[in-house]
Structures are given as C-alpha cells and as structure tokens.
C-alpha cells in the first residue's frame, strides 16, 4: 500500500514537471498568410520611385512613342545624387522607370535601338539602369524595376510578336542588375501611340494580352526573390490601392480574392474574407505629377502632407513608394530634397521615443499562461515575439502602466502577420485625471497600425481588441508624443476675383504676402475675403501658431484673371455656375441625357488674349464624367470658330489633377472645351473648374 502510494505520488509530481515545461503551441497560422518575399517586402515599409524618361523633355505626362531620342541629354545626370537623398530620407529601396509608356529605354536594349543608344547621354554608351543599381548597392539600397506593359513607341504593340520583345526586355531588366526587390507592371493602356509610325489608337484585352501566368513564372524564375506589382492585384504578390493621393483605406486588409473583379473599393480596403494575400502599396509623388514639370516647382509636397501621406500609407498597414521626377538636367530638384529631408527628419522625431518600451503591462488574457505569449511580449522591441491569447479568445485588452503622469498623442500597434492577419476591430483608451478615457475605435491592424489623437497626460494605457476572426497575435505596440506640425492653409480665389484663404487649423493666426515675397509674423494678417481686382494675382500664405510660436509651410498660388464676369452659355442650369466659382470640391455634370461628344460654352464678358486653359475634374472619391480627349475651340462673336487645341489628359483617371494646356496666342470672348471620351468610356461629362491662362 504504503509503496503503491509512493509511486502514484511520484507519477503525480514527474507529471506536474512535465506539464509545467511542456511549451505553449505557438497558435496554427489562419487564412492566407504572407510568403517570404512579401514579409521582407513589407518591412521595407517606405521606399522611393524614379520617373525619368524622353517626356521628361517634352514636358508631358506620357511621352507618345515618338519623341526623338536625342532630346534625352541629361548633362548633369547624377544617379548617385537620387541615390543619397533616398538614403538620407530613410528610404529601403528605389524603383527606376526603366521604360515607361513612351517605350524608351534607361538602358541598352538589345532588342530596340529606342533605347539608350541613340541618345547623347554618354554619347550612346550610356546605362542609367546599370548605374542605378550600382548607386543602390552603394548606398544599401534595394533596387526595382518599372517596365511599362504599354509600350506607344513599338510598332507591333496588340500583336503576339510584342509579348516576345516584352518577355526578352524583362529577361534583360532581371537578369543584367543583380537582385531586384520588386517589378511594377503598370496598368495604363490608353490605346493612342505612335506605334512605329502608325499614329493610331490600339485596343488590347487587358486580361489576357499579357498572358500574366507566363510573365510572372519567368520572373519568379529569374528573380526568386522578388515582388510582383501588378494595378489589378489578381495572382502579383502585391495590389494598388486604387489611388495615386497617397492614402489607403483606414480599414485595410492584405488580402484579395484570387479570382473574379478587382473594383476600385477593394483595392483601397482589401476583402476580409479574400483566399490570398495581396497587401497595398501606396505610390504617390511628391509632386502632383509622376514627371518633372517646372510649373510644379512650387508644389513640391510639403511636410505636413508628407506627414499625412505617411499616417495614411505606413501608418494603415500599407508601404509608402513615394516618387521623386527627375529635372531636365538628371537631378532631383532643391526643393523635393529639402521637404522629403523634413520628412524624414520629422517621422525620426515622432516616433523615436517609444515611452511604452519595457514599461510594465498586463493582459486580460494571455496563451497558456505562458510567458512567451505575455502582454511584456508586445513592448519589448523584438518582431518576433508576441502577445497571444488562447484559442478561441478573440477580444481582449493590454493595459500599461506609466511611472507618471505621461504625455501622449500617437499610437502604434502590429499583428505578427506570419500567421495570418485576424484583428476586425479595437479601441484605444487613455486613463486621464484618474478616468478611461476612449481616444479612437478603429477596425484592422495589419502590419502595421498608426492612430494619432490630441495630446493627453496619461496615467495608463489601454488597448482593446473588440473583434478578430481569431485569437490574435500583438507583435508590438508603442505610444509617442510628437511633436506638432502645423499645416499649411488652402487658397482660392472666388468667381468675383476675390481671394479667399482657408486654415486648416481655426486656431492658427493666417500671415499672407500679395507681391510674391514670403510671408512673415510681419505680413498681413487674413481676417476676411482680400479683393485683388480683377487681373492676374499671387498669394503665399502660412498658418501661425502664437502658442508654440511654430509656422506651416507656405502655400502660395498663382491665379489668372478673375472670372467675373464669365457666363456658361451652352446651358441652363442653377448650378452650372459651380465651373467656375472656384471651389475645387464642387462639380456640375452635363445632363444624363447627353451623348458625348458636348461642349461647354462659356462668355468671358470681354475680349482677353488666351495662351491656354486648365480643367480641373471632379475631385469626388467616387468622381465621374472625367474627360480624357478633348478639343478647345475660342471665338469672338460665339459664331465662327477656330479650334486651337486637342489630345488627351494623360493619366487622368489614376491622377485627377488640374489640367493645363497651352497654345499659340488667340484673341477670344468665347471659349468651349469639348468632351470627347471619358475615363470611364460613358457619356458622362462633368467639371470641377474650367479656366484660362492668359498672355
Ligand atoms: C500610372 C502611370 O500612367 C503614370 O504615368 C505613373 O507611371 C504611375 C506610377 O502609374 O498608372
């Protein structure tokens, strides 16, 4: 008896050890989860694009095909310029427009002479492409590729026989660099080109032409290591997030439907329940346009749009590709390095100091009991461990304590997205004054996760996940102050020719200049609309904040003559005059009964001397009626008509900016800009603002 009892106590206590050691099982991964190459991919989390090609020469969106090679002579070219700044900017990686829709080549192609050799540049022995992934080995960059699908220049683009150039030209691009991180096969194909003289409009099917499976296996095959971009998202390794404005949705799953539509919505959010993962990449430019145009000199990004740009790419669980135009001259101009340098310097600033780093945390509920899957797990810097609950817990809470009373307005939170992402929704919560008090409600994480709220002295605080599809793994979370950043205040200029200036902070004091010169605490002060006559006027401006004695960025605004007294004349409508009361957020769309092609009649009131106009689309995240090809015809007596310009808006449907076209001088009273094709290939025809640029 007495033994048997010694052996049963024996078993008992071996097995108590047992289990006490036994390890926690790691949780199964659930739905798709990222592969190798998308993983490392997503820690890039911010890396730069190039666009340089010929129309960087011509000053166009989208060179034709047929500009003349020889105008690429970049004399100052310097690779290593663009490749410091990337560096400096906290950049990963850069991506190069090897070719982009003109169908000119950055590097020596064996297979077209629209390529490198036929330009000055080196006197035709020149390798941009090659210098480049040298300058990005230099400067511990990773390096890509951009090579343009459309191609305006090559004679056979619709026919089988360009797959075969395409195919051999990526073989080229993948196999002559060294590693590429990530190829971008953008989606543009407008159909008009040059088309080896062709000069005619061609139609493919987007959806077979490329015949995608076999163009991705032989870049898998020649780059193992790479992403795949592709604007449709369908089987590439990562999607568009259905905008160039440098934002993805708030709620932003990495996961697509492998198979059927693709519309716009679920690019910006993903789908839930998709079957595989496909996470966003949101490219933008740091100038409203992809290439160099000196007129955007003066709208280089500045940084609180930057920093908006980062919260809503970075910060929503996307990557940032943020895209620099190269000059003329082979250079990144002055001003995109000074504000992309502040950029940097202020992301460094704001989350340089993680105060919730090693600070004590407790978890309602924690994996196994285990400490490998404790709340301590999300604060203490490493990737790789996490915060997990047991299985079948799906909502629960982190609470960190602060040694005091401790000041706060950023938040930052990481799923440890190996094994899947699962978090649907979460709250965050400060305890302020010995009370919780709830600072956001949010739905995903993803990788990564940003929220930013108005400073509070917190005592503790608390995470809470409300929803997941699953038990969920918290990688990281961190809580920073940063420091504020004022933004720089808006300008337009009504359809009486008055100015009007809007804060984007009600609180900041406005300070503007009307002669060009910066404006200063000395300047005028912005109280009420300012009335500049009715020519041609300029105003900066910068937001003020007497507090912390901190100003904006400027924004300054060039504006042609007032339109005062201008009429729409082709129509009668009430809200017609919404064209041109120069308010960009409101637009007027012809009726629904019109059939494209329509004009648009406007009466300036008097005779002006026209050197252009602008159109500027409907500005709406659900915009339509966004014309594409147009003409432009002025009159004097709204009888006899001459028409001074047509073509296209290049690429604005994916970039809804002003549009403006110039041409030679014509005196006018009347003008009248036709729709001939949409975006959308509707009869939709609609206008945020139309407007004249003058001698
Ligand atoms: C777009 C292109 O059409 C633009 O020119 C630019 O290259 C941008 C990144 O993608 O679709």
Known sequence: MCNKGFIFSMFFILGLLFTACEEVKPPEPFGPVPDENQMNWQEMEYYGFIHFSVNTYTDMSWGFGNEDPSTFDPKELDVRQWARIAKEAGMTGLILTAKHHSGFCLWPSEYTDYDMTSSPYKDGKGDIVRELADACKEYGLKFGVYLSPWDRNFADYGKPEYITYFRNQLTELLTNYGDIFEVWFDGANGGSGYYGGANETRKIDRTTYYDWANTYDLVRKLQPNIVIWNDGGKRADLRWVGTESGYVGETNWSLLDSLG??????????????????????????????????????????????????????????????????????????????????????????????????????????????????????????????????????????????????????????????????????????????????????????????????????????????????????????????????????????????????????????????????????????????????????????????????????????????????????VENERVGQIIDGNPNTVWHQSRETKLPVDLVIDMGKEEELIGFRYLPDQNLWSSGIITEYEFSVSLDNKSWTKVSQGEFSNINNNPLWQSKEFATKKARYIKLTALKNTQNNNSAGYAEIDVITQ
Do not use: C
Request: aromatic fraction near 10%; proline fraction near 4%; hydrophobic fraction near 35%.
């Open 261 to 570: 539509d693709v519309p716009e919505d679920m690019l910006r959010h993903g789908v839930e329940n998709g079957n595989a993962w496909v996470p966003g990449e949101v490219n933008t430019s740091i100038r409203p346009e992809w290439f160099y145009h000196k007129r955007e000199d003066s709208k280089v990004k500045t940084l609180p749009v930057l920093m908006d740009t980062y919260y809503n790419s970075v910060g929503r669980n996307g990557t940032l590709l943020l895209n620099f135009a190269i000059m003329p001259n082979g250079l990144i101009h002055e001003k995109d390095e000074e504000n992309v340098l502040a950029f940097a310097k202020a992301v460094k600033e704001a989350f340089d100091e993680d105060l919730a780093l090693n600070a004590d945390a407790e978890a309602s509920n924690v994996r196994g009991g285990s400490s490998k899957y404790d709340a301590s797990k999300a604060l203490d810097g490493d990737k790789e461990s996490y915060w997990a609950t047991d299985d079948g817990v799906n909502t629960g809470s982190l609470t960190i304590s602060f040694d005091e009373p401790t000041s706060i307005n950023r938040f930052m939170v990481q799923e440890y997205i190996r094994l899947g992402q699962r978090v649907k929704a979460f709250t965050i919560e400060a305890m302020v004054d010995g009370e919780w008090k709830e600072l956001d409600s949010q739905t995903t994480i993803g990788y990564k996760r940003i929220l930013q709220f108005p400073t509070v002295e917190a005592t503790k605080f608390r995470l809470n996940i409300t929803d997941s599809k699953s038990n969920f793994l918290i990688s990281s979370v961190g809580v920073f102050n940063a420091p504020q950043i004022l933004t720089s205040p808006s300008i337009i200029r009504e359809q009486s020719g008055n100015i009007r200036i809007i804060p984007a902070d009600e609180e900041s004091v406005i300070y503007y200049t009307l002669d060009g010169s910066e404006p200063t605490t000395d300047s005028q002060v912005y109280s009420d609309l300012i009335s500049t006559g009715d020519g041609k006027a300029q105003v900066a401006a910068m937001a003020y904040d007497p507090d912390s004695q901190k100003s904006s960025p400027v924004t300054e605004e060039s504006f042609d003559i007032s339109r005062k007294s201008w009429k729409v004349i082709s």
